[in-house]
């Protein structure tokens, strides 16, 4: 059984740094195989639909344009964990933000950027 679990989220000033985590889990799953996964990260405000936010396939990385040059995703296949470093945060970043292996996602982690 695959397990995605996130972790980092906080309750942060605008114009502060988070990084998230998400490590996983279970099945059959290597560190080749992990590295050469899709993982992406996306995230829903309340009353709004989940989006996504920043994946990686192999080397090559992708960003909603909201997030550009202020998000950055990268992995470990070593821990079997992809991260999410977030700078420059705006209060409009609030949000949950899941992990997502392929069709199993994580429980989410909550961020909250105040003003």
């Known amino acids: 059984q695959v397990q995605v679990v996130e972790s980092g989220g906080d309750l942060v000033q605008a114009g502060g740094s988070l990084r998230l985590s998400c490590v996983v889990s279970?099945?059959?799953?290597?560190?080749?195989?992990?590295?050469?996964?899709?993982l992406g990260w996306h995230r829903q405000a309340p009353g709004k639909q989940r989006e996504p936010v920043a994946s990686?396939?192999?080397?090559?990385?992708t960003y909603t344009d909201s997030v550009k040059g202020r998000f950055a995703v990268s992995r470990d296949k070593s821990k079997k964990t992809v991260y999410l470093e977030m700078n420059n945060l705006k209060p409009e970043d609030t949000a949950t933000y899941y992990c997502?292996?392929?069709?199993?996602w994580g429980q989410g982690t909550q961020v909250t950027v105040s003003s």
């Open positions: 279970g099945g059959s799953i290597t560190g080749d195989l992990f590295a050469i996964s899709v």
């Open positions: 990686i396939s192999g080397s090559t990385t």
């Open positions: 997502r292996y392929n069709q199993y």
